[in-house]
Protein backbone atom coordinates (compact mmCIF):
# COMPACT_ATOMS: atom_id res chain seq x y z
CA UNK A 1 0.00 0.00 0.00
CA UNK A 2 1.11 3.76 -1.09
CA UNK A 3 2.52 6.03 1.69
CA UNK A 4 1.55 8.88 -0.15
CA UNK A 5 0.39 9.47 -3.75
CA UNK A 6 0.81 12.45 -6.20
CA UNK A 7 0.40 13.13 -9.74
CA UNK A 8 3.65 13.20 -11.05
CA UNK A 9 3.19 16.21 -13.34
CA UNK A 10 1.39 18.97 -14.30
CA UNK A 11 0.98 21.96 -16.59
CA UNK A 12 -0.05 25.36 -16.07
CA UNK A 13 0.05 28.67 -17.33
CA UNK A 14 1.13 31.81 -16.01
CA UNK A 15 -0.99 33.47 -13.79
CA UNK A 16 -3.15 30.71 -13.10
CA UNK A 17 -4.06 28.77 -10.40
CA UNK A 18 -2.09 25.40 -9.60
CA UNK A 19 -3.77 23.00 -7.04
CA UNK A 20 -1.93 19.76 -6.16
CA UNK A 21 -3.17 17.17 -4.21
CA UNK A 22 -1.39 14.58 -2.09
CA UNK A 23 -3.22 11.09 -0.71
CA UNK A 24 -1.77 10.00 2.30
CA UNK A 25 -2.92 7.06 4.76
CA UNK A 26 -2.01 5.79 8.12
CA UNK A 27 -0.12 9.12 9.26
CA UNK A 28 -0.39 10.40 12.55
CA UNK A 29 -3.52 12.47 14.03
CA UNK A 30 -1.48 15.14 15.53
CA UNK A 31 1.33 16.32 13.11
CA UNK A 32 2.30 18.35 10.49
CA UNK A 33 1.72 17.86 7.07
CA UNK A 34 3.99 20.09 5.06
CA UNK A 35 4.73 21.04 1.36
CA UNK A 36 8.01 21.66 -0.28
CA UNK A 37 9.66 22.81 -3.21
CA UNK A 38 12.49 21.68 -5.09
CA UNK A 39 14.73 23.51 -7.99
CA UNK A 40 17.21 21.39 -9.58
CA UNK A 41 20.47 21.04 -8.10
CA UNK A 42 19.06 22.23 -4.81
CA UNK A 43 17.76 20.67 -1.79
CA UNK A 44 13.55 20.83 -0.97
CA UNK A 45 12.77 24.01 0.42
CA UNK A 46 9.47 24.61 2.69
CA UNK A 47 6.03 26.44 1.90
CA UNK A 48 3.69 25.49 3.81
CA UNK A 49 2.59 23.49 6.72
CA UNK A 50 -0.70 22.63 8.44
CA UNK A 51 -2.72 20.23 10.73
CA UNK A 52 -5.99 20.59 9.54
CA UNK A 53 -8.48 22.84 7.58
CA UNK A 54 -7.03 25.86 5.81
CA UNK A 55 -3.78 27.53 5.72
CA UNK A 56 -2.61 30.04 4.02
CA UNK A 57 0.66 31.95 3.80
CA UNK A 58 2.45 34.98 1.54
CA UNK A 59 2.94 32.26 -1.20
CA UNK A 60 0.39 29.30 -1.10
CA UNK A 61 -2.75 27.98 0.86
CA UNK A 62 -3.02 24.30 2.52
CA UNK A 63 -6.58 22.58 2.46
CA UNK A 64 -6.60 19.47 4.94
CA UNK A 65 -9.57 18.04 5.20
CA UNK A 66 -11.05 16.38 8.14
CA UNK A 67 -10.20 12.68 8.01
CA UNK A 68 -6.62 13.98 6.65
CA UNK A 69 -6.02 11.23 4.05
CA UNK A 70 -5.09 14.19 2.11
CA UNK A 71 -3.51 17.68 1.50
CA UNK A 72 -4.10 20.02 -0.96
CA UNK A 73 -1.39 23.11 -2.22
CA UNK A 74 -2.36 25.76 -3.69
CA UNK A 75 -0.69 28.03 -5.61
CA UNK A 76 -2.71 31.11 -6.18
CA UNK A 77 -1.27 32.92 -9.49
CA UNK A 78 1.57 31.20 -10.90
CA UNK A 79 4.63 32.50 -12.99
CA UNK A 80 7.28 30.73 -14.72
CA UNK A 81 9.86 30.78 -11.95
CA UNK A 82 7.55 28.26 -10.33
CA UNK A 83 8.18 25.98 -11.80
CA UNK A 84 9.68 23.31 -9.64
CA UNK A 85 8.78 19.95 -8.19
CA UNK A 86 6.47 20.03 -5.02
CA UNK A 87 6.76 17.33 -2.41
CA UNK A 88 4.16 16.48 0.51
CA UNK A 89 6.10 15.28 3.56
CA UNK A 90 3.84 13.66 5.84
CA UNK A 91 4.47 11.90 9.19
CA UNK A 92 4.07 8.19 8.13
CA UNK A 93 2.72 5.47 10.57
CA UNK A 94 4.61 1.71 10.60
CA UNK A 95 4.10 -1.43 12.38
CA UNK A 96 5.16 -0.57 15.80
CA UNK A 97 3.31 2.62 16.64
CA UNK A 98 6.37 5.02 15.22
CA UNK A 99 6.00 7.76 12.92
CA UNK A 100 8.88 8.77 10.77
CA UNK A 101 8.65 11.81 8.28
CA UNK A 102 8.04 10.32 4.70
CA UNK A 103 8.10 12.26 1.46
CA UNK A 104 6.03 11.78 -1.57
CA UNK A 105 7.08 11.10 -5.19
CA UNK A 106 7.15 14.85 -5.91
CA UNK A 107 4.59 16.74 -8.38
CA UNK A 108 6.96 18.17 -11.71
CA UNK A 109 4.76 21.84 -12.34
CA UNK A 110 5.29 23.27 -15.60
CA UNK A 111 4.58 26.54 -16.07
CA UNK A 112 3.95 28.21 -19.64
CA UNK A 113 4.65 31.22 -20.84
CA UNK B 1 22.94 32.04 9.74
CA UNK B 2 25.13 30.11 6.70
CA UNK B 3 22.42 27.76 6.73
CA UNK B 4 23.30 23.53 6.60
CA UNK B 5 26.59 23.18 5.43
CA UNK B 6 27.33 19.73 3.29
CA UNK B 7 30.63 18.53 1.73
CA UNK B 8 31.97 17.50 -1.08
CA UNK B 9 29.58 18.86 -2.92
CA UNK B 10 30.65 16.18 -5.83
CA UNK B 11 31.80 12.94 -4.79
CA UNK B 12 33.33 10.59 -7.49
CA UNK B 13 34.71 7.64 -6.05
CA UNK B 14 35.75 3.61 -7.45
CA UNK B 15 32.96 0.80 -6.27
CA UNK B 16 34.68 -0.97 -3.07
CA UNK B 17 36.23 2.63 -1.61
CA UNK B 18 35.25 3.80 1.31
CA UNK B 19 32.94 7.19 1.20
CA UNK B 20 32.27 9.71 4.11
CA UNK B 21 29.55 12.56 3.82
CA UNK B 22 29.88 15.45 5.74
CA UNK B 23 26.72 17.71 7.46
CA UNK B 24 26.76 20.70 9.46
CA UNK B 25 23.60 22.07 10.95
CA UNK B 26 22.20 24.99 11.35
CA UNK B 27 22.73 26.48 15.15
CA UNK B 28 20.05 25.74 17.30
CA UNK B 29 18.48 22.79 15.51
CA UNK B 30 18.15 19.66 17.84
CA UNK B 31 17.24 17.21 15.02
CA UNK B 32 19.49 16.11 11.91
CA UNK B 33 18.00 14.13 8.93
CA UNK B 34 20.04 12.26 5.94
CA UNK B 35 17.79 11.70 2.84
CA UNK B 36 18.95 9.85 -0.14
CA UNK B 37 17.15 11.37 -3.87
CA UNK B 38 17.72 9.34 -7.11
CA UNK B 39 14.91 9.00 -9.90
CA UNK B 40 14.03 5.43 -9.50
CA UNK B 41 13.17 6.29 -5.35
CA UNK B 42 12.89 9.52 -4.75
CA UNK B 43 13.58 11.55 -1.16
CA UNK B 44 14.24 8.60 1.16
CA UNK B 45 15.06 9.13 4.61
CA UNK B 46 18.08 7.78 6.10
CA UNK B 47 17.89 8.14 9.50
CA UNK B 48 17.38 11.08 11.97
CA UNK B 49 19.30 11.70 15.11
CA UNK B 50 17.45 13.73 17.94
CA UNK B 51 19.71 15.68 20.47
CA UNK B 52 22.98 13.50 18.55
CA UNK B 53 21.48 10.45 19.25
CA UNK B 54 19.92 8.04 16.41
CA UNK B 55 16.05 7.98 16.55
CA UNK B 56 15.12 5.52 13.40
CA UNK B 57 17.73 4.36 11.12
CA UNK B 58 15.20 1.75 9.34
CA UNK B 59 15.95 3.40 5.99
CA UNK B 60 19.80 2.61 6.17
CA UNK B 61 19.83 0.24 3.24
CA UNK B 62 22.78 -2.00 4.23
CA UNK B 63 25.56 -2.20 6.54
CA UNK B 64 27.59 -0.87 4.55
CA UNK B 65 26.05 2.47 5.31
CA UNK B 66 26.49 4.11 8.87
CA UNK B 67 25.83 7.77 10.57
CA UNK B 68 27.48 9.39 13.33
CA UNK B 69 26.66 12.66 15.03
CA UNK B 70 29.56 13.22 17.51
CA UNK B 71 28.51 16.78 18.36
CA UNK B 72 25.31 19.04 17.73
CA UNK B 73 27.64 20.95 14.88
CA UNK B 74 28.68 18.16 12.99
CA UNK B 75 27.39 14.47 11.39
CA UNK B 76 28.49 12.43 9.33
CA UNK B 77 27.46 9.51 6.82
CA UNK B 78 29.58 6.47 5.47
CA UNK B 79 29.32 4.06 2.96
CA UNK B 80 32.11 1.37 2.84
CA UNK B 81 32.55 -0.49 0.79
CA UNK B 82 30.59 1.73 -2.01
CA UNK B 83 28.62 0.04 -4.60
CA UNK B 84 27.77 1.82 -8.22
CA UNK B 85 23.65 1.47 -6.73
CA UNK B 86 24.76 3.78 -4.37
CA UNK B 87 24.87 6.62 -6.78
CA UNK B 88 22.50 9.21 -5.76
CA UNK B 89 22.45 12.47 -4.15
CA UNK B 90 22.22 12.63 -0.47
CA UNK B 91 21.02 15.30 1.61
CA UNK B 92 21.14 16.69 5.26
CA UNK B 93 18.17 18.57 6.62
CA UNK B 94 18.17 20.08 10.57
CA UNK B 95 15.14 21.26 12.08
CA UNK B 96 14.56 23.60 15.91
CA UNK B 97 11.35 21.48 17.32
CA UNK B 98 9.32 23.32 20.43
CA UNK B 99 6.63 20.07 19.97
CA UNK B 100 8.70 17.00 19.57
CA UNK B 101 7.42 16.71 16.31
CA UNK B 102 9.74 15.27 13.62
CA UNK B 103 8.01 17.07 10.92
CA UNK B 104 8.18 20.45 12.12
CA UNK B 105 9.87 22.53 9.62
CA UNK B 106 13.29 21.11 8.05
CA UNK B 107 15.95 23.07 6.26
CA UNK B 108 18.05 21.05 3.72
CA UNK B 109 21.37 21.70 2.45
CA UNK B 110 22.51 21.71 -0.94
CA UNK B 111 23.43 17.98 -1.26
CA UNK B 112 26.18 15.78 -2.16
CA UNK B 113 26.19 13.89 -5.63
CA UNK B 114 27.92 10.74 -5.10
CA UNK B 115 29.19 8.79 -8.09
CA UNK B 116 30.07 5.47 -7.47
CA UNK B 117 31.73 3.99 -10.64
Known amino acids: LAKTTQPISMDSYEGQEVNITCSHNNIATNDYITWYQQFPSQGPRFIIQGYKTKVTNEVASLFIPADRKSSTLSLPRVSLSDTAVYYCLVPWGRSGGSYIPTFGRGTSLIVHP | DAGVIQSPRHEVTEMGQEVTLRCKPI?????LFWYRQTMMRGLELLIYFNNNVPIDDSGMPEDRFSAKMPNASFSTLKIQPSEPRDSAVYFCASSRTTSGRATDTQYFGPGTRLTVL
Open chain 2, 27 to 31: SGHDY
